[in-house]
């Protein structure tokens, strides 16, 4: 891994990701010296220039960072650093430095998870086909996937992509409904998932 800390002033930007989350947790600055560190004992070391010294992520909260991988941009004067956390990285409690919950998503997904939450929130059946559905019960929920379901079955049979494809997102969005019904979120089922890899 070529690294241009030198032509960087001695300093190098580090940019800190969950490895699991992918969100970005936060950055700081390192030398060559923290570089060799954060190697050396696996747990992320910057150089505070503001106390002129290195520093270990958590070397007084316990908030480690755990290295998982170094990677350099392509201009070699930017690191992106894999990292998992132990408890949250801002010195402010927060899971972030930018103030955010460190939690997986799924991009759009978790927009339509966020909608889904709002129009049950808001809960205007009249207007809302989600505050309906949900106005109506688990049981009228739990059948609507059900019916998706076997209409994604129907449509994987047949050769007709765009009815397999309409049905299939049909079936992922009730299903979502259906979590929240129960109290769950995708993360959940995730998380099951991901205890069951080998």
Not at 53 to 60: A, D, F, N, S
Not at 143 to 156: D, L, S
Request: some cysteine.
């Amino acid at each position: 891994m070529e690294i241009d800390i030198k032509s960087s002033h001695g300093f190098i930007p580090a940019i800190i990701q969950d490895s699991e989350t992918k969100n970005v947790l936060m950055m700081g600055y390192m030398n060559e010296e923290s570089l060799q560190k954060t190697i050396e004992t696996q747990k992320v070391t910057f150089f505070s220039r503001s106390k002129q010294r290195l520093w270990t992520k958590g070397e007084e909260s316990g908030n480690f960072l755990n290295l998982v991988s170094i990677k350099n941009d392509c201009d070699g004067d930017t690191l992106l650093i894999q990292a998992k956390p132990v408890g949250p990285t801002c010195h402010t409690g927060a899971d972030t430095c930018w103030q955010e919950e460190n939690k997986e998503n799924y991009g759009f997904i978790y927009q339509l998870e966020n909608t889904i939450k709002t129009r049950r929130e808001n809960a205007d059946s009249e207007k809302s086909y989600v505050a309906s559905l949900f106005e109506k019960g688990i049981n009228k929920i739990a059948q609507k996937v059900g019916e998706e379901a076997v209409e994604v079955v129907i449509e994987a049979k047949d050769d007709n992509d765009d009815l397999f494809l309409s049905e299939s997102a049909d079936l992922l969005f009730h299903y979502l409904i259906l979590l929240q019904a129960k109290g769950f979120q995708l993360n959940d089922v995730v998380d099951v998932l991901k205890k069951r890899q080998k």
